[in-house]
């Protein structure tokens, strides 16, 4: 693979194949209400290293993607009010609430609670959102593609590109992207322009 566009694709695809079977192995697409804990905690554990490559391939496809010159914005004060607006939108109490019976949770156990499922919700929303991150990737790299342009723009440092870790103990095909996106990230980075400090 010489090409970046190649590398793209293919780091495209080994991401939708490995998140979409993290998913399928634990049996998300049939939306169970519950699963194990240790089922969610390995899950949660592959979604979020699979989360931090998914956003670097958004990130380097940004690179890729074509803007128009970054135009300033108008500036706008949060705290001026509005022509008609005659109260504020938000309130804070300063009334302290009263005091009610002790919760439960202070009070201790009674008994040793048993090991429960733990709700699935959260962890499908996770996974459905990558999926949909997958879907989607050229209109989420176009759009931060925007934020980025305005970053250099406005003189603010590069970031910075560590590497991901545990890749040692990922399998092959994802430790080899894991490692491709890192160099090409750095890379990527190199003609950002340095801020002026002084």
Partial sequence: MTDLSDFLTHTWKTLARVIAETGVNADLFKAPETVPKTVKRRVSAELKRFGVLLRRLIFLMTFR??????????????????EGETQSKYTFSLVPTQADETPDFLRGPVTVPEREPSLAASLIARWQAMLDTLKHAN????????????????????????????????????????????????????????????
């Fill in 139 to 198: 209109r989420r790299a176009k759009c931060l593609a925007r934020t980025i342009q305005r970053r250099k723009a406005n003189g603010e440092p590069k970031p910075y590109i560590v590497l991901v870790p545990g890749t040692h103990a990922m399998h092959r095909a994802v430790a080899f992207v894991s490692g491709g996106l890192t160099v090409q990230l750095i890379e990527a980075l190199r003609d950002w322009p340095v801020p002026n400090t002084g």
């Fill in 65 to 82: 993607v074509e803007l128009a010159p970054v135009t300033p914005r108008p500036g706008s004060n949060h705290f001026e009010k509005a």
